[in-house]
């Protein structure tokens, strides 16, 4: 086969061509809403994400010969990438439908919002995808520098400017964590690609010390991208900062790429090294779920106490990645990261449509930012406080909602390993998910119980409704009917492990 291979990066090629298509149509736009640049942003998203579920379909039926190879081997096209591609392309899209009338309003809406979320995209992808040091971090810096164009994209505004310079300052920092522990991987190993780092672990060729090293630099690289303590400075102040429909941009698919990058290093290229990340990642889980925790129930502002639950979430998530080797033994790994990636894709899901509902109660010169914002939102309109309780009950990890049951899968991979160490990680999360569920159903108080402030009718586009009401039930009926997105995770685990 070509070496090049580039049937397998066609997504990718149509998703480059495509956003300087939309740069250069939106010049000759003048519609105040964006109509022609928005529906051909959508189209772009939905004909990758086919082409994702496409050749994820055909790698699951290929079995052994699931995994292909492009750009001379610096490029792996499997099942697990497909995927989460895939999931990716929906959470950008979703975004923009939410983010279209938020935008408008705050004299945001143009060429370079849709354009930028594009090469979002695009850095996703790649790093979902990367099977070598260089291009993985390429499609890192491909994502960030578009998602701090974002965060500042509103330009004549102190708070938007401050999250931006916050975010770009910190995540150089965090970049060259990464660089600097990718250098010593290569400075050990003699290459680039993930392969072949993999099999001079595994022949002992390379200096264990240099190895452990560069590998923490990595792992809090990874850790930022995550925002897991103490790495998570920068969530809550960009979060709150940021426009809304930049945050949900930063709080959705990014954290999809986070995964797939964690992925792709950790297991497919220093999975000899397990049993020293994974004491890494469990200190970064447990710090993870005490301040996520406990400092999101001491908040107002609706937007920063998400973004603290972001934060014990990731906790949670890394608590999948713990229990991947046992004693040098492989048995678990499967389950563990097959639940890990149920979870962040679930987790995504439900964080689309809370941030989306705050976008939909804003309006022009007013941002529902604040918890006291959603007081009697049942009066004004039942189906956006059903809708918003789903999301709530599903971050607390409620029956039956798919949050529950994401929990769940994570709990058991680490009770299944047997050992102490493991079962004293789960019920410690248990005991901390409970604690933050007082911070969830605080707002379904407020929505339900608490008297109304404001009795403005709730304005919002039919499509944004629409979406809305299909990303709460996607969730119940996820929550209901776990399996069919459970075997998927599972057969990209195992394509990957093969």
């Known amino acids: 086969m070509d070496a090049m291979n580039w049937v397998a990066i066609y997504p990718e090629i149509l998703l ?41 379909n055909a790698g699951v039926s290929a079995g052994d010969k699931a995994t292909e190879y492009a750009m001379g081997g610096m490029v792996v096209s499997d099942p697990m990438g497909h995927l989460l591609a895939f999931f990716a392309c929906i959470a950008v899209a979703v975004t923009l439908v939410y983010a279209r009338p938020y935008a408008q309003s705050r004299e945001i809406l143009k060429g370079e919002l849709f354009t930028l979320s594009l090469f979002t995209l695009l850095g996703i992808a790649i790093m ?10 390429l499609g890192l810096e491909v994502m960030s520098l578009s998602l701090y164009a974002l965060v500042a994209l509103r330009r004549d505004h102190a708070q938007s400017t401050e999250a931006a310079m916050k975010y770009f300052v910190l995540g150089a920092l965090a970049s060259g964590f990464l660089l600097y522990g990718l250098s010593m991987m290569y400075g050990a190993t003699g290459s680039l690609n993930l392969g072949q780092v993999f099999e001079a672990i595994g022949k002992g060729e390379a200096n264990r010390q240099v190895l452990v090293f560069g590998l923490v630099f990595i792992v809090s690289g990874l850790a930022f991208k995550f925002g897991a303590v103490p790495f998570h400075m920068w969530v809550p102040d960009v979060y709150h900062g940021a426009p809304t429909a930049a945050t949900l941009l930063i709080a959705g698919a990014p954290k999809i790429a986070a995964f797939g990058m964690a992925m792709r290093i950790l297991v497919d290229g220093l999975i000899g090294l397990a049993v020293d990340w994974q004491q890494m990642l469990a200190v970064l889980a447990v710090c993870s779920l005490v301040i996520g925790n406990l400092a999101a129930i001491a908040q107002s502002n609706l937007k920063r106490m998400l973004a603290y639950s972001t934060i014990s979430q990731m906790g949670f998530l890394l608590l999948g990645l713990v229990p991947g080797v046992v004693h040098g033994n492989t048995v678990s790994a499967a389950n563990a990261y097959g639940s890990a990636m149920f979870y962040i894709l679930t987790y995504v899901v439900t964080t689309l449509g809370s941030f989306g509902l705050i976008m939909l109660m804003s309006r022009e010169g007013f941002e529902a930012d604040s918890i006291s914002d959603l007081a009697g939102l049942n009066q004004r309109s039942p189906l956006l406080a059903a809708v918003m309780a789903v999301f709530m009950f ?92 459970m075997a998927m995770c599972a057969q990209a685990i195992r394509a990957l492990a093969t």
């Open 128 to 137: 979902v995808s990367g099977n070598n040091f260089l291009v993985l971090y």
């Open 16 to 56: 480059l061509v495509m956003a300087c298509v939309v740069a250069l149509v939106d010049l000759y736009v003048t519609c105040p809403r964006r109509t022609p640049t928005y529906l051909l942003t959508l189209g772009t998203i939905a004909v990758v994400a086919l082409m994702h579920l496409a050749y994820f």
């Open 394 to 485: 599903s971050l607390a990890g409620i029956p039956p909602t798919v949050g529950f049951y994401a929990k769940l899968s994570v709990l058991q991979a680490l009770v299944s390993t047997g050992t102490s160490f493991h079962i004293g990680l789960a019920v410690f999360a248990v005991v901390l998910s409970l604690i933050g569920a007082f911070y969830y159903l605080r707002v379904v108080k407020v929505m339900y119980f608490d008297a109304a402030t404001d009795d403005s009718r709730i304005e919002a586009p039919a499509d944004a409704r629409t979406v809305l009401s299909l990303n709460g039930a996607a969730v119940l009926v996820l929550g209901l009917l776990p399996g069919g997105l």
